[in-house]
């Protein structure tokens, strides 16, 4: 019987895959999160892969995540869009869940812009909340690079002072500026394994802990893409905030309503974004 394939042999047959399917070399990778994937409709001639067909690629298994890469030029940039992604609550290990972001890095792209809907903690926010992520809190219990390094995608201990480019928050924030965009913030983002949401005490111990917004993603793809050397951005829609004192049901289709509703607030920015280069 021939061996499971190591974890390298399925990112290059992966990237193979992609590669010979490619126009061009993509420049910045996009995650969507939930309820904001609509960006993906606006690609120019874009190439679109479902994730089914890419092998050794994870599976979306959430509602509001669709699974499809595309590729294709928008605002006059080569992209290639997650339209959803992959959480460590579905039960990947950190490393297999940001598997696409491994390929995409060795495929060329040099910049992640990643998104979400989290969760506000910081009580001056409020829902429709656009934060720019300066920093982040690792609490899921797991971490990409684990186990050994390949010394030929990045470091074995890679320096994470700045995970969040400071060129491109200063970019971010000029763009919104200029776009006038209301209910701005920035903050540091906490991830945590999911899938149950905060108990009330929780959410007080995550604000003690200095974090602004919470959510179950982001963390992992973030660590692997500065890891592979990749300069990222990292925007949270906040979809509802959490007052432990007088704490409400988090509903998920809350959360997908409100950032859905948020959503053309996050393309202006997002686009605005990748013209100003
Ligand atoms: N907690 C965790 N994740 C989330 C939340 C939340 O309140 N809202 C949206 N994603």
């Not at 030029?73 to 460590?88: S, T, W």
């Not at 007052?243 to 948020?262: T, V």
Request: with cysteine.
């Amino acid at each position: 019987m021939p061996s499971e394939p190591t974890f390298p042999q399925r990112v290059e047959e992966a990237r193979v895959y992609l590669l010979e399917r490619l126009h061009a070399e993509p420049e910045v990778l996009l995650v969507l999160g939930t309820g904001l994937g609509h960006l993906a409709g606006m690609i120019e001639d874009p190439l679109l892969v479902p994730y089914d067909a890419i092998p050794h690629f994870p599976r979306t298994t959430v509602t509001g995540h669709h699974g499809n890469l595309l590729f294709g030029r928008l605002r006059g940039r080569q992209v290639a869009i997650m339209q959803g992604r992959f959480h460590y609550y579905e039960g990947y290990s950190a490393q297999t869940l940001t598997m696409p972001i491994r390929v995409l890095s060795l495929l060329g792209a040099r910049e992640l812009v990643v998104s979400n809907a989290a969760g506000g903690l910081n009580p001056a926010f409020e829902p429709g909340t656009l934060m720019l992520i300066n920093d982040h809190l690792n609490f899921i219990p797991d971490n990409p690079l684990r186990g050994p390094n390949i010394d030929a995608w990045g470091p074995r201990f890679p320096d994470l002072s700045t995970a969040y480019d400071r060129g491109l928050l200063a970019r971010a924030r000029a763009c919104a500026r200029r776009l006038e965009l209301d209910r701005l913030a920035e903050g540091v983002y906490v991830a945590i394994p999911g899938p149950s949401l905060e108990t009330p005490a929780e959410t007080r111990y995550l604000r003690h802990c200095g974090a602004d917004a919470v959510g179950m993603s982001t963390v992992p793809e973030v660590i692997v893409a500065r890891h592979a050397g990749m300069r990222v951005l990292g925007v949270a829609v906040v979809s509802n905030v959490n007052d432990p004192d007088n704490f409400k049901p988090i509903l998920l289709d809350e959360i997908i309503r409100e950032s859905e509703a948020c959503a053309a607030r996050l393309e202006r920015l997002l686009l605005e974004f990748l013209r100003d280069e």
